[in-house]
């Protein structure tokens, strides 16, 4: 969301917030974007609005999972936590949560900053290339407002940030191989993460990578549907749907019977109606 950021998308995020009642919610990291406020904090009523609806479906039963970020590393102070949040009912912060979907699939939920060679070990360089993209950002506001129809996405036209997609695919594909390491080594089907924005469904190594993408350029968010399905809703392009069958340890907890698990767990699954074998092995 980087809510503080003026280039936050916070009208569209709670039109969003408001189609649903879920049972839990993650936001998924860079929730508040702290590095804003000594360089220009843009925190709107729409923001309260935001901050108060999360309170009231906190108080409808919602299970509130704060994923700490690289905007919003402060709450990774535990002293932080303490003293501000510990009032706050059905509400909790972490690096990481693990959710198991209603097939019996976990994946890892993180930020994936912790997951990005420049963000640990160049922090100058990782702030630098922010205020880059900031930059960017404005202009392809200002473009947007002199030359496009109110009705597409005001950053969805600016070459300069398909041109900084580009130079980063190299780093994303370590980035990927990296988090789903740590998500194997936690004993997870896949990872749910955010950090560089763009909103994806992939398989990768038997494992699924999904990223949320963002409140900013793109408007995506991903929701578990009670058909076990998990979809990633995208403002300005057509969803997507991953489409997993039943887990096999979720089969085995309900018929205590193998043979059949085995069966039901080699399955084709797909995104977006294309099947293809996933051939995960528990
Ligand atoms: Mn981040």
């Known amino acids: 969301m980087h809510l503080g950021s003026k280039h936050s998308r916070a009208e569209e995020f709670l039109v969003f917030l408001r189609e649903f009642q879920p049972e839990s919610l ?29 309170i009231s479906l906190a108080r409808r039963g919602t299970k509130i999972h704060y994923v700490a970020g690289n905007h919003d590393a402060f709450l990774r102070n535990p002293a932080f936590r303490a003293g501000c949040l510990a009032t706050l009912p ?91 390491d740590h998500a194997k080594q936690r004993e997870c089907n896949g990872v749910i993460c955010g950090h560089i924005h ?13 990223n949320t993408g963002d409140w900013v350029e793109n408007c995506t968010g991903l929701v578990e549907r009670h058909d076990g399905q998990l979809h990633l809703v995208r403002r300005y392009d057509e969803d997507l749907f991953l489409r997993l069958p039943a887990h096999k340890e979720a089969i085995r907890r309900c018929f205590d019977d193998s043979e059949t698990a085995d069966v039901e767990a080699n399955e084709l699954v797909s995104v977006n109606g294309e099947t293809a074998s996933h051939g995960y092995a528990a």
């Open 198 to 210: 763009t909103p994806d469904i992939v398989s990768s190594d038997s494992m699924w990578y999904c």
């Open 26 to 54: 993650y936001l998924v990291g860079d929730f508040i974007d702290g590095w804003k406020i000594n360089t220009g904090w843009h925190w709107s009523s729409v923001c309260d609005e935001i901050i108060a609806h999360l």
């Open 90 to 180: 059905r509400f909790e912060v972490g690096n990481e949560f693990v959710l198991e979907t209603e097939a019996g699939w976990k994946f890892l939920i993180t930020h994936g900053d912790l997951f990005d060679c420049v963000e640990s070990n160049v922090p100058w360089l990782s702030k630098g290339t922010t205020a880059v993209y900031d930059a960017c950002l404005s202009m392809n506001r200002l473009f947007h407002r002199a030359w496009q129809p109110s009705d597409r996405n005001p950053y969805g036209v600016c070459s300069v940030l398909k041109d900084r997609v580009k130079r980063w695919i190299r780093f994303v594909s370590d980035f990927e191989s990296r988090i789903l």
